[in-house]
């Protein structure tokens, strides 16, 4: 592993170069990755978004970038503790965590900026140093994952050890698939029907891992779909809601998300979105709600964002748009409990 991909090597290394120019007499300076919109750009060889050349930098010696430059350090250090400990932090920890240093963030919202600004800044996850979101997804089906934290490293343990499904923590997502007998991944918005799926048993009829996404998926979660279309070899679904919050939380997967241009290994390019769509609202005459002011500005905003391009996206778009209308998963019980596992998966998966 090169000083660059090794998270204390970098860190070190970003330590390094603020202490010398103190050394020098000047004040130091970073220059991070601009992280905004303007600057995400389409990476074909990679099939998705990326941060472009733009930078912005954080002068030290301009007082209205001290707050943010000591407040990065500090995330850096923080980091550097955990590494050296061997231990993790979930983001909202650091969060509080900083308190006890002193470190003043306006609230958790400016904290997650500050942490992707360091990973933008050293070109690692944060979960590479240790940091990780809340837990609020889950997975079950027939596959095995092997360990590799330490304390549990090379144990096993099979994905339907519990009928809630294994929360996609830390130790899971970095674990590696060694053995399935699945055939697909089927990427579920929410709760409710992730259990549905387990209680049909839908995952044996359909050969499947299930992963609930939890409403838009953690970093962690999109990163363990990657490692299953990849380690496996098994094609990904996506089914969510009928509305356009739900078809973003498909295109994320894809493509990737604005927030995560500069991170590598979260989309799945290949994955495919099955469904609730607009077409399905008719097609099953499902139950609808009224699309509220939100709804309807959140399809203006895809219709001019890169990722809905293609044709298939915008015959999406143009359709919720006439529709005016909006389904969620759970419409398909009008037709009776399991009226989603006997006909409309089977449907749409085969």
């Known amino acids: 592993m090169s000083d660059a991909t090794d998270p204390q ?3 070190t290394l970003l330590g390094r170069r603020v202490v010398q120019s103190i050394i020098e007499g000047s004040f130091p300076t970073l220059e991070i990755p601009d992280r905004s919109t303007e600057n995400i750009v389409f990476d074909p060889d990679q099939r998705q978004f990326v941060l472009g050349g733009s930078r912005v930098v954080r002068n030290s010696s301009n007082i209205r970038h001290v707050k943010s430059f000591a407040q990065l350090l500090w995330t850096a250090y923080f980091a550097k503790e955990l590494l050296k400990a061997s231990r993790t932090s979930s983001l909202r920890d650091l969060y509080y965590s900083s308190e006890a240093f002193g470190v003043k963030f306006t609230d958790q919202s400016e904290s997650d900026r500050v942490v992707t600004d360091l990973e933008s800044l ?3 996850a944060r979960e590479d140093f240790g940091v990780f979101p809340e837990e609020h997804s889950s997975v079950y089906g027939q596959v095995t994952m092997r360990y590799t934290v330490p304390g549990y490293d090379g144990r096993e343990v099979e994905l339907t050890v519990s009928p809630d499904g294994l929360p996609i923590g830390p130790a899971l997502m970095t ?9 697909i ?18 995952w044996e009829r359909f050969k499947a891992i ?8 953690p970093r962690s979660t999109r990163r363990l779909l990657r490692r299953f279309h990849e380690v496996l070899g098994l094609p990904v679904y996506i089914f969510t809601d009928g509305d356009p919050w739900g078809m973003h939380i498909a295109q994320v997967i894809i493509t990737g998300s604005a927030n995560a241009a500069h991170v590598r290994g979260l989309t799945v390019p290949d994955a495919k979105w099955i469904g609730v769509t607009p077409a399905d609202i008719n097609n099953y005459s499902l139950p609808t709600e009224q699309m509220n002011d939100a709804d309807l500005k959140r399809l203006d ?22 529709l005016r209308r909006k389904a969620e998963q ?3 019980s009008r037709y009776g409990m399991d009226y989603v596992v006997d006909t409309y998966l089977p ?3 085969h």
């Open 9 to 11: 090597n970098a860190l």
């Open 122 to 124: 050293i070109g690692l």
């Open 175 to 183: 674990a590696e698939p060694v053995r399935t007998g699945a055939e």
């Open 185 to 202: 991944v089927l990427a579920v918005e929410s709760g409710g029907m992730f259990g549905r799926l387990i209680e049909t048993r839908a």
């Open 210 to 217: 299930l992963v609930q996404l939890g409403g838009q998926p």
């Open 301 to 322: 905003e895809l219709t001019q964002d890169l990722r809905y391009t293609g044709s298939i996206w915008q015959e999406h778009i143009r359709g919720f748009r006439e």
């Open 330 to 332: 759970q419409a398909f």
């Open 347 to 349: 449907d749409k998966l």
